[in-house]
């Protein structure tokens, strides 16, 4: 963590999704997943993405990472904007961006070995001329990363059947660790663990960052999990970051009306704590993300609204306790 | 909460067989249930807590699997012995259950209306009339606006959260004594479990209803449980009040299981502290104590015998060598 | 849903002009023609014999005189049946093989289904064995196979049935054995399928939700398990139909029926041009009307899916 150059730089980022086009059906509207979201994150640092389903969190993680073409904005890695480039140099681009996905049990491929699986980046880019490594390489890196995720290398030819969920997790690291990334951009990584093999997985994450320098984009939908992991938190309602804070500062101090919401309904296993604590408890579902509104995108829901949110759609500004907030208690429209 | 008990599971063994080997998912489980209490039971994923609830009613699928022993005593009688028509008319009217995915819990080709009604004609006698007036009330008390309309819609015309409330509104529309609850709350989002679990708690206190609430979730236990059931890998390893368990855990997985979570209102160390190795796997455990391989604290006798339950004062009991007798 | 039909209905044109269009010229290119297996027939006769059938004019022409026909309904003169149109062949085969179809289609269905269900509620006990061992034979055992046999054992040993012909012959007695040959691989095909979704149902969720409630199983199974059972089946129908209406060339041929599969084969190889299109026509407007019937019926069924 020296170096405190940005390494991910996302701007204006959106992603519409067009409902009902086919080839005879006109287009029915869009879906606004993501809906103008902006941040940075630093080399070394962890910034977590938190927020309800349906929130836009994964799709934004997906647009950043390519798997999908973003409808607008720039993500800039190291310096160079991904979305502008021809398909060769974003596969050499992806070297430094690797993904580790919620559900170790469908990401992982069942008829190939764990060995296998970790070793597939470093064989697709040496088939592309990108990585120079001998297949003897290969199979000790294999071999390394296993001893480094926490799993024996006599594993290496067992199926992904043969491993508990945590286990599947560890290959899945593995396997993003393989080409050697700087970005790490995890998708609900420990929602499918039970506790006692999360906390393995979060604890594994952490001590991989301190050896490799890792930076992390890391989403849950665990607020403890998300505050424990992360040096900054993005919290997203509706396609948009309403808050970004320090991870320490999100539970003492949340601005955002929903931030406070969200943390408020996050139970707290203390049944002292648990007994004396005040909800707010939010009223009805999360819209659909079938429109775009002029206002606030969290007015229907938000106890303190006021007029002017209606009308006016807030931007992320940084308030004076340093937190970038989108709500109009902090600053007047313009 | 009362003194009256209304359930009693007595040394409940449910076994599975599969081509590995015999799978003891529940393997000795016994628990009181008071009338008006919110019994918690948290345990990881295959430690028994579904399969103990689903044996309750008498519901486990067999083939595989099979209640292999144990007495579940409600109102004088041994749910396990009686005829399966008498128990029909315990499930859905006495005891009631909600599932985890209200996603998938309702059926997704039935109205609303044909599913609540259908309990309430067949539990409470009335005719389909007086049901759907009695439906749309239960649907009113659960939260769901404008719900004369909303009867008469299919499910996927609901939410998450508000297929929940619908499954919380039929649990409880033949006003029964205990509502299992197995993960309600699992598969919604967080500002949604807040709305539900303060909803499961005002109806139920209000209908005195007692309640069994599963979850993996500490966090959802402390806010809602009067006592508590820790289960590791078929049995209860502790079992006592709620707010005991969480101020002085007695049994080092209960210990390690409070300690592995991050905190949300405290400063967190900078490692989390996490019980090492895996989830035990449950074909053909042997007679030893299943966590003593995870345990900082296992002492030879641990991989011998599986320990007694010692008990303490305030109802607490716990399954650990560090507080048995080792009798030879 | 009415907007939706019609929609449907009108997107039949298209597809009908592409399917004309294809099969007009394909069957222009297999070599040989109409009558080539005339022997020695004088050379002024056989370009009496195209100038009657506008054959010698340049097929762009021919093309579009046979658009315009078929406008009217026209199919034209059936090349070998020299005294017959096509549309007569059709009128009088077409309400016999759908007949046929029909029956076999209902058979297929509903022993199928019935099958389903038992094999189902009995599974891995006698019964479930009994099922899935028919369905076995149904499956892989061909009609040109099962057709003969029928008609050996029943017809020529037993005298129960009669051998062939249709029920202008021997009543409607006729019609038991080629429907039972015909419908039987989509009856065996149709069993194992609804077995299987209902095992997959029986497992679900709200199936538990529906036992949770201490609903009797008869009850769980008639109003909770068979709506969403049986939807793999509706999808089924459409292929199945078609491939009933297919198998009816054989089971026509064996049986000696007088429908419009018999015609059809013989018209492939007597390159009876106009037969073979108007046929072609015949059974595209089938199929697609049924596909059209199959999502309907399948809207009906599951309320998550509605046509605009």
Known sequence: ?334 | MTDEVILQVRDLKTYFTVDEGVVKAVDGVSFDLHKGETLGIVGESGSGKSVTNLSIINMIPNPPGKIVGGQVLFSGKDLLKIPASELRHIRGNKISMIFQDPMTSLNPFLKISTQMIETIVLHQGLDKKAAKEKAIEMLKLAGIPAPEKRIDQYPHQFSGGMRQRVMIAMGLSCNPEILIADEPTSALDVTIQAQILELMQELTKRLGTAVILITHSLGVVAGMCDTLCVMYAGRIVERGKTDDIFEDPKHPYTQGLIRSVPRLDKENADRLYSIPGQPPNVIDLPDCCPFYPRCEKAKDICKKKYPPVTGFENGRAVSCWLYAEETK | MARYFIRRALSLIPTLFVIVTLSFFLIRLAPGGPFAREKDVPEFILQNLLKRYHMDEPLGKQYLRYLGDILRWDLGPSFRYRDLSVNEIIDKGLPVSMTLGVTSLVLAVVSGIAVGIISALKQNKWPDYVAVSIAVIGISVPLFVMGPILQLFVGMRWKILPMGQWISVHGIKAIILPALTLSFPYFAYIARLSRASILEVLRSDYIRTARAKGLKESMVVWKHVLKGALLPVVTYLGPAFSGIVVGSVVVETTFLIPGIGRPFVQSALNRDYTLIMGEVIVYSVILIFANLVVDLIYGLLDPRISYK
């Open chain 1, 1 to 334: 963590m020296s170096e405190h150059d940005t390494l991910l730089d996302v701007h204006g980022l959106k992603m519409h999704f067009p409902i009902g086009k086919s080839l005879l059906a006109k287009n029915r509207g869009f879906i606004y997943a993501v809906d103008g979201v902006d941040f940075s994150i630093k080399r070394g640092e962890t910034l977590g993405l938190v927020g309800e389903s349906g929130c836009g969190k994964s799709t934004t993680v997906r647009a950043v990472a390519q798997l999908y073409k973003p409808t607008a904005g720039e993500v800039i890695l190291k310096g160079k904007d991904l979305t502008k480039m021809a398909p060769h140099d974003l596969l050499a681009a992806r070297k430094n961006m690797q993904m580790v996905f919620q559900d170790p049990y469908a990401s992982l491929n069942p008829r190939m070995t764990a060995g296998d699986i970790i070793a597939e980046p470093m064989r697709i880019f040496q088939k592309r001329g990108l990585l120079d490594i001998s297949n003897d390489e290969r199979n000790d890196r294999v071999e390394h990363l296993m001893e480094k995720v926490g799993l024996s290398r006599f594993f290496k030819n067992r199926y992904p059947h043969e491993f508990s969920g945590g286990q599947r997790q560890r290959i899945g690291i593995a396997r993003a660790l393989a080409l050697n990334p700087e970005l790490m951009l995890c998708d609900e990584p420990v929602s499918a663990l039970d506790v006692s093999i999360q906390s393995q997985i979060l604890n594994l994450f952490k001590d991989l960052q301190q050896e490799f320098g890792l930076t992390y984009l890391f989403i849950a939908h665990d607020l403890a999990v998300i505050q424990y992991i992360s040096d900054r938190v993005a919290v997203m309602y509706l396609g948009v970051i309403v808050e970004i804070s320090g991870s320490k500062d999100l539970y003492k101090n949340p601005l955002h009306p929903y931030t406070q919401a969200l943390l408020s309904a996050a139970p707290i296993p203390d049944p002292k704590i648990e007994a004396q604590r005040q909800r707010i408890i939010l009223t009805g579902d999360v819209p659909s993300p079938d429109k775009q509104r002029p206002g606030c995108y969290f007015y229907d829901r938000c106890q303190k609204r006021m007029d002017v949110c209606k009308t006016c759609r807030p931007q992320l500004k940084t308030t004076e306790e340093g937190h970038q907030v989108a709500c109009f208690l902090y600053h007047k429209p313009e």
